[in-house]
C-alpha cells in the first residue's frame, strides 16, 4: 500500500513559481513511478509530468515543457513539481499518482489514469492574471 499527499499549492500571479510535493508512505515508494495530473474545473484530469521509479526519466506534457520540472529523492519518499513562469491556464487541482515499476522508464502521457493503482487527494493551484 502507497498512501500520497500532495502540497504545496496556492495562489499566484502569472509569471510566478510554486513547488509542489508529493510525500508518500511505504518503504517500496523508490519502485513506483509517478506522475502529475492536473483538473481544471469542468475539464478532464490531464497529465503534466512524470518520472520514473529510478528518477533517470521524465516526460512532459507539450503545454508545460521548459516551465516545470519533476524531480524525485527517494530517501525522503518524495516527489517534486517545480513550476516557473505560470500561466492562468496552469490553475487546476493537482494530483499526484503512482503505479509499481518502470525503473528506467518515465509514465507514457498516453497511459489513462485508471492505470494508476494510487492517489492523493489534490492540492489547489491558481494562477491569477
Known amino acids: 500500500q502507497v498512501q500520497l499527499v500532495e502540497s504545496g499549492g496556492g495562489l499566484v500571479q502569472a509569471g510566478g513559481s510554486l513547488r509542489l510535493s508529493c510525500a508518500a508512505s511505504?518503504?517500496?515508494?523508490?519502485?513506483?513511478?509517478v506522475g502529475w495530473f492536473r483538473q481544471a474545473p469542468g475539464k478532464e484530469r490531464d497529465f503534466v509530468a512524470g518520472i520514473s521509479s529510478s528518477g533517470a526519466s521524465t516526460r512532459y506534457a507539450d503545454s508545460v515543457k521548459g516551465r516545470f520540472t519533476i524531480s524525485r529523492d527517494n530517501i525522503k519518499n518524495t516527489v517534486y513539481l517545480q513550476m516557473i513562469s505560470l500561466k492562468p491556464e496552469d490553475t487546476g487541482v493537482y494530483y499526484c499518482?503512482?503505479?509499481?515499476?518502470?525503473?528506467?522508464?518515465?509514465?507514457?502521457?498516453?497511459?489513462?489514469?485508471?492505470?494508476?493503482?494510487?492517489w492523493g487527494q489534490g492540492t489547489q493551484v491558481t494562477v491569477s492574471s
Open positions: 499518482a503512482a503505479y509499481w515499476g518502470s525503473m528506467w522508464s518515465a509514465p507514457d502521457p498516453s497511459r489513462p489514469p485508471h492505470e494508476y493503482e494510487y
Open positions: 511505504g518503504r517500496t515508494f523508490s519502485t513506483y513511478a
